[in-house]
Structure formats: C-alpha cells, structure tokens
C-alpha cells in the first residue's frame, strides 16, 4: 500500500478516461474558438477576434445578465428552501424516513419535464395557479406570466429550483446530523432557545456544507436551459435568454462554431472563477 510506483499504475486507467472525458473536449473547445469556423468562409486562425466579436455582442451581454439574475435567483431560493427544510426535517422523529424520500422525489424529475409541467400550472388558460387565484378572488382575470418578462423570469427561476431544492437539502441535512448532540444539551443547559442555538450552533456548522450545496448549484443553474427551453424559448422579447441558449443559437442554429466556441470559453472561465472563491473561502473556513 505504501509503494507509489504501484499506485501509480492504479491510477492510469483513470488518467487515460478523464484525459478522454475532460481534457479532449476541452481542448477541442479551446481551439475551435481561434478559428474562423463558420461553414461560409475557409477555415482560417482567427486569433483573439472571437472573443473581442463576443464582448462586442449586445445579445451576449443581455443573455449574461440574465444568466446572472435566474443563477443567483435560483441559487438563494434553493439555499433558503433548503436550508428551512433540512433544519425542519432534522427535528421531526416519527415517520422521518417518510418525510424525506418525499422531499427529494423532485429531483428525480428531468429539468424538461420539470419546466414542461410548471409551464402547465402556471398556463393563464388551463393552469391551476390561475385557477386558484382567480377562484379565491386574489385576480379578476388570469394573469399571463409568460407575457410578462419579470414574471417569466421568476417562473423559471421556480421551476429550476423545484429540482434543485432536494439536493441542498440533503446536503444541509447531512451536516446538521454531524453535529454532536451535546452542543445542543449545552445551550439548553445554558437556557439558549431555539432561535439562539440555531444562529450559534447549527448555522455556523452547517456553513460548509451550505457552501458546497451552493457552489454546485450555481454552477449547474448557470448553464442550464433545460427547463428554460420547455417553458418559455427565451421569451418574451430575450427576458429569459440566457447565456447557454445563447451558446446553442451559434453553434446549432447559425453554425458558427468559432463564435460559439468563444463564448463557451467565457462562460467557463467565469463559472471556474466564481467556483474557485467559493472553494477557496470553503478551505479557509
């Protein structure tokens, strides 16, 4: 167990695998964004001017900005959902088993189907929202959310943390059962309540685990699009449009594998910086 030349060798199949998984494709997207590759013109080395074409593009900088709106709103409702949920769930004893496979059957659910059901409750003819609201005199006729920007952003931004809600909880969880138990006894020895010992005990204990939970979320909520196609295309008038149907549009769409490539690029390089603050305030802590 202790020779390293043997380990070593262990460690080739998987050496080769990632090679074949991560660092081909990668590097096949790094090259493709110096050339000119757009099925129009010979394919010629380009340079940098993709990416100067890209930070010129005002589509670009509107499908970041929402990316960054339905990321960061995804992100928080997932964290506060999640983190109500596994402190609500770590107290409960009888039927807790129960409980919690129930909690995390939606993310089983396909980000598609997710966005294809939500699409149909939230529908201003058919919806059972709309129904509801209208029903219990909230609205006097349905509302059209998916005419509305802001409201189309905010559906979204629902639908994708209905599937990602489950996996933050079961992160928390997990951390909140690590805790020992005599903290707990402790504060209510010292005559804490509940709200005490959750600001002294279990927030700050369960940090970690929050930042793990929300480093992967946002980076998933970040290049998704599943659940953006099925509801709304990137409607109305690009509120939804965000940076990965940005990314298709070049390479699917108007062919333009250079273009799209650099913005692959970017997107990357601006989840790895956010991923790595996150880590490194992780590694501090």
Not at 198 to 205: A, D, G, S
Request: hydrophobic share 50%; with cysteine.
């Amino acid at each position: 167990m202790k020779d390293s030349t043997f380990g070593f060798l262990l460690t080739i199949p998987g050496l080769v695998f990632l090679t074949l998984v991560v660092a081909f494709p990668l590097s096949l997207l790094f090259s493709l964004s110096f050339l000119r590759y757009d099925f129009i013109h010979p394919i010629t080395f380009h340079g940098l001017r993709n990416y100067v074409e890209v930070l010129n593009n005002r589509v670009f900088w509107l499908s970041l900005r929402n990316t960054i709106i339905y990321s960061g709103g995804t992100t928080t409702l997932t964290l506060l959902i999640g983190l109500l949920l596994a402190v609500s769930a770590a107290r409960i004893k009888r039927f807790s088993a129960l409980f919690r496979t129930l909690l995390i059957l939606p993310w089983a659910v396909p980000l598609v189907v997710s966005g294809l059901v939500w699409r149909w409750m939230l529908d201003p003819g058919v919806g059972v929202y709309n129904y509801i609201l209208t029903q219990v005199g909230f609205s006097r006729e349905p509302i059209n959310i998916f005419g509305e920007p802001t409201l189309a952003m905010i559906g979204c931004i629902l639908s994708d943390s209905w599937t990602r809600i489950p996996f933050m909880f079961i992160v928390i969880l997990a951390g909140i059962k690590s805790i020992p138990p005599d903290l707990y006894e402790a504060a209510r020895v010292d005559g804490a309540n509940r709200i005490a010992t959750f600001r002294n005990i279990t927030l700050p204990l369960v940090k970690k685990s929050m930042l793990t939970g929300t480093l992967i979320t946002s980076m998933f909520s970040f290049r998704t699009i599943d659940n953006i196609w099925s509801m709304t295309r990137g409607g109305p008038a690009k509120a939804t449009y965000v940076i990965g149907l940005n990314l298709i549009d070049y390479l699917v769409r108007y062919q333009n594998l250079g273009f799209g490539a650099a913005i692959g690029v970017i997107m990357l390089g601006l989840i790895s910086i956010f991923a790595t603050l996150i880590v490194y305030y992780i590694l501090k802590e």
